[in-house]
Nanobody, 114 residues
Framework: VQLMESGGGSVQAGGSVRLSCEFS????????MRWYRQAPGKKREMVAA???????DYADFVEGRFTVSRDNARNMVYLQMNDLKFEDTAVYYC?????????WGQGTQVTVSS
């Protein structure tokens, strides 16, 4: 199983970014997926999760600004981030559990300028 994120970049506060996570190795439909982020000097924290059935869950700090979605036919998971804040600056990772262990992508940087 491999994960590869894309879509990060630099954006001004209030702007939007859509992150993509390409999932390969087994059908995406078999796995729940999560997005995490890690800012410099801080611990990695969960941002959003989406179950195999499409049920989503978000960290409190998201406050309705982000939307996680999945396209099982394309083996893709997305994180739409709107109304970005300076404090959203971080490396964003997609992750899943496979064979009782966590699989992580390489991460994609999102930088929000105020």
């Amino acid at each position: 199983v491999q994960l590869m994120e894309s879509g990060g970049g630099s954006v001004q506060a209030g702007g939007s970014v859509r992150l993509s996570c390409e999932f390969s190795g087994i059908p995406l439909k078999l796995n729940g997926m999560r997005w995490y982020r890690q800012a410099p000097g801080k611990k990695r924290e969960m941002v959003a999760a989406i179950s195999t059935g499409g049920t989503s869950d978000y960290a409190d700090f998201v406050e309705g600004r982000f939307t996680v979605s999945r396209d099982n036919a394309r083996n893709m998971v997305y994180l739409q981030m709107n109304d970005l804040k300076f404090e959203d600056t971080a490396v964003y990772y997609c992750a899943t559990v496979y064979n009782s262990g966590w699989i992580w992508g390489q991460g994609t940087q999102v930088t929000v300028s105020s």
